[in-house]
Nanobody
Framework: QVQLVESGGGSVQAGGSLRLSCAAS????????MGWFRQAPGREREKVAY????????YYADSVKGRFTISQDNAKNTLTLQMNSLMPEDTAMYYC???????????????WGQGTQVTVSS
């Protein structure tokens, strides 16, 4: 089992920045993918960004490209999402997720955190 705990959410004005962190514990040595998803009220969950650990590659949703940066420490124990130039439409619950399957592009990962709220006011 893998446990994921997010932190760093909060409220910020449009144009501001927030940094989300996700601490992973448990059997993390098999993890191949780590990513961030978000869900706003009344909307479907959206894949924001992920890291393909084996390929050392990253993916970003078009809506966050150039504003968000995903990173991971070498020990694979912490995942970070730096969010700059935040907009009201970024308001959502943000979830950290991880998977031990090889393809990271899926919309459902095996392990999920409890989520952290991000609210951006105009």
């Amino acid at each position: 089992q893998v446990q994921l705990v997010e932190s760093g959410g909060g409220s910020v004005q449009a144009g501001g920045s927030l940094r989300l962190s996700c601490a992973a514990s448990g059997f993390t040595y098999n993890i191949r993918c780590m990513g961030w998803f978000r869900q706003a009220p009344g909307r479907e969950r959206e894949k924001v960004a992920y890291i393909d650990i084996a390929r050392s590659s990253t993916y970003y949703a078009d809506s966050v490209k150039g504003r968000f940066t995903i990173s991971q420490d070498n020990a694979k124990n912490t995942l970070t999402l730096q969010m700059n130039s935040l907009m009201p439409e970024d308001t959502a619950m943000y979830y950290c997720a991880a998977d031990d399957a090889p393809w990271c592009g899926r919309d459902v990962y095996r392990y999920w955190g409890q989520g952290t709220q991000v609210t951006v006011s105009s």
